[in-house]
């Protein structure tokens, strides 16, 4: 069964740093973009960062210079290193896998959201 995990999320100090992981099942084939997203509480869910399969990145403005988004391809692995995080910065932190080997075949899949509280 195809499936997208999250892990590393937790509860940190304003400054600190986390790492979330991201590893899409083995079944998700021709894997594209995947990208990360968050939803704080009383807000809408928002793009953070995204990576294509040619390494080519987008960050939301807020996370600028702080965020990292690189992946492991072998792995089917997506990883988002946060650096002097914020309290702002608290959301679930969600993992989009895109994939499909043709554009008939497109496959967003979603990851179940791991929790980053940032506490001041």
């Known amino acids: 069964q195809v499936h997208v995990e999250e892990s590393g999320g937790g509860f940190v100090q304003a400054g600190d740093s986390l790492r979330l992981s991201c590893e899409a099942s083995r079944g998700i084939f021709c894997i594209s973009t995947m990208n990360w997203y968050r939803q704080a509480p009383d807000k809408e869910r928002e793009l953070v960062a995204s990576?294509?399969?040619?390494?080519?990145?987008n960050y939301l403005d807020s996370v600028k210079g702080r965020f990292t988004v690189s992946r492991d391809n072998a792995k089917n692995t997506v990883y988002l290193q946060m650096n002097s995080l914020k309290p702002e910065d608290t959301a679930v932190y969600y993992c989009k896998v895109e994939a499909g080997c043709t554009v008939e075949a497109y496959m967003p899949y979603w990851g179940k959201g791991t929790l980053v509280t940032v506490s001041s």
């Open positions: 990576i294509n399969n040619r390494g080519s990145t």
